[in-house]
Nanobody, 124 residues
Framework: QVQLEESGGGLVQAGGSLRLSCAAS????????LGWFRQAPGKEREFVAA????????YYADSVKGRFTVSRDNAKNEVYLQMNILEPGDAGVYYC?????????????????WGQGTQVTVSS
């Protein structure tokens, strides 16, 4: 079993930055693909970004490319999401997820592990 716990959410003005962290426990996630998803009120959960198990490959939703950076530290069993130039449309609950599938696609995370989420609010 893997437990994931997100932190770093909060309230930020549009144009500002936040850095989300996700700490994994229970077992090492060094061989998992680690991803970030978000869900805004009234909307479906959507994929944001992911990092392959070695961190060499990263994947982003078109809406965040150039603004968000995903990274991971396998020694610490953590994954991060640096969010810059935040927009009101970025607001929502951000979830960390882990998938045992190499180069996992968004649907692959359904059989993986999920954190409880952290709230990101962006004021205009």
């Amino acid at each position: 079993q893997v437990q994931l716990e997100e932190s770093g959410g909060g309230l930020v003005q549009a144009g500002g930055s936040l850095r989300l962290s996700c700490a994994a426990s229970g077992r090492t996630v060094s061989t998992f693909t680690l991803g970030w998803f978000r869900q805004a009120p009234g909307k479906e959960r959507e994929f944001v970004a992911a990092a392959s198990w070695k961190g060499g490959n990263t994947y982003y939703a078109d809406s965040v490319k150039g603004r968000f950076t995903v990274s991971r530290d396998n020694a610490k069993n953590e994954v991060y999401l640096q969010m810059n130039i935040l927009e009101p449309g970025d607001a929502g609950v951000y979830y960390c997820a882990a998938s045992g599938v190499v180069a996992a696609q968004p649907d692959d995370y359904e059989d993986g592990y999920w954190g409880q989420g952290t709230q990101v609010t962006v004021s205009s």
